[in-house]
């Protein structure tokens, strides 16, 4: 940890100082229905959930200040209750990339998937489960608390899990269906499986959709997020077939303002609708990238699995 | 004769145009027995024996799968293709060998066998000899070849074609002779650098990447400094807390930073900012995926 002040630096080959790890948040926080409360500093958002004698944590915010901060604010709601358990959702660094300075004593949930990339990643401030899931559905019992935490198949990143709270009807899932367009060039989306694994979790039984960013939705909300996927993909279809070059953003985003302006009232539409065309676009001409993102979607209901309760 | 399966991942009837369309094809010779054929603008590479020929990938959609056959024909006196190497498991560049040459015998990378299982598309043949060793020396059609995995670069099993005596290095989607990488599509920017500047250690005179022009040796030192140093330079946007979700600030900043070194690179004004911004989200997410990490394999689930 050179030249940081002793900040964690993820996975910066570059020397000297990198003021955004130490930047505190303004974290601010409400309950979404107790003892599940939502926090977010204005892009990032999470969730975490009071128990009985401690709080489990979900992510730990993008760089060490950033987890810190969160630290600070479940402290002041809970003062005499510890983050004794983090669940990650996935595994990228903006999300789960600093247990270390979250609590580095506490439990740590991931699924298999992602925590092989963690360990495999050896990012500073990141760390590895404690406890793995492996299946599409574990059923969490921790401190008095019961999670329901579904692995739909690819979507996004490695092992992203959705957690289902059936008693608040609410749903958690990080960097899938976020408000608005979607992000810039649509990193580490599995494109081919991802919409048909993010429909499965539309046979569960919530009512409230909180994502890993911006502001929580709906059935309805979730539902049209995922038409604009479906749409992008055709139009990126026709696009090609016009002779679009998906390697020049300036025609493509043109293209993508005409052909998509049914959405133009979404968030960020002017500012990414064109990435997001030009993704879906190589993704067509490519075929998909890795095993995640050539693989056909999971099929079937999805269904509660083994149990595992974890005692605190 | 069209086959209007073969459709890659299209899905609307409106693109049979587009994917059975022929465009004009050229060959030119890179040494004896040693060939690149262009079709729009990409590229690939033929191996010519004394009977037969080692072609280099498929092309990307059944029209010009069936041109460069047809070139290969027209030029080589009916030669036929004994062996289709694919360079990596990409559709655009390996997915219409049925088209090409479907006796043929085809190589690849286990990596990217197991990628082409997966996809399924029924034009895209499973190899018949994958690769598990990271050099393997080979002889087809009577030529002599080297592929070789430096390990994660573009794609999955993205192998470089080394013919040693020629003192050619081929390799596809990952270098190129100007700044038009976009946004690095599926480019593995964890390992990408070092295992390149690995292939630079290799005696060639010449490097042909799937698009553009040849490249020298040091054009491909030139490449690799290009990409190392944009993501220097995204590092340094990115820890000084800069949008790096912006494009056109990162291409501000970037162009203010690396413009007298690489600007005279063809694409460099236009593009360096989505690459860019593509090389901070690897530093904003910590990569994706293994490819992106120290370990080898795949990422698997147990159930």
Partial sequence: MSGNGGEHRGIFTIDGELPIQSFPRDITYRPVEEPVWTASEGIYRTIFIEAENSVIAFDTFSTPGGARSYRDAIERLFPNKPVETIVYSHDHLDHTGYAADLNPDAEIVAHELCNNVIEARESDGQLPASETLSGEWTRLEIDGRTLELIYPGPTHGDGNLAVFLPEQALLFMVDTVIPGVGYTFFPDWHLEPYLDNMRRLLSLDWETFVPGHFWSTDRDGFRKNLKYYEEVRTVAEEA??????????????SYAEEKLNAYEDFFRYNEYVGQNLMRYMLQLKTGGWGTEGVTSARTGELSPGSEVTVTR | MTNSTNRGMFQLEESEDYLQEEPGASVDSLADGVHRVTIGDRSSVVLEGPERLVALDSFGTPGRARVYRRILRERFNEKPIETIVYSHDHVDVSGFSSVLADEAEIIADERTARIVEERGLTSQKLPDLTL?????????????????????????????????????????????????????????????????????????????PGRYETMTPEQFREGCDYVEAVMETAQEAFAEGLPIWERETLEDYTTDVLGDRFGHLDGFENQVGLTALRAAHHFLMGGWGLEDTPAEGMNVATE
């Fill in chain 1, 240 to 253: 090609l077939v016009s002779g679009i070059d998906p390697m020049d953003l300036d025609d493509v985003r």
């Fill in chain 2, 132 to 208: 598990s060793t990271d050099r393997a020396e080979l002889q087809r059609a009577g030529r002599a070849f080297v592929l070789l995995h430096p390990g994660p670069t573009h794609g999955t099993g993205n192998r470089a074609l080394y013919l040693p005596d020629e003192k050619i290095l081929v390799m596809c989607d990952t270098l190129l002779p100007n700044a038009r990488y976009g946004l690095l599509p599926d480019y593995h920017l964890g390992n990408f650098v070092s295992n390149m500047r690995s292939l630079g250690g290799l005696e060639f005179e010449q490097f042909v």
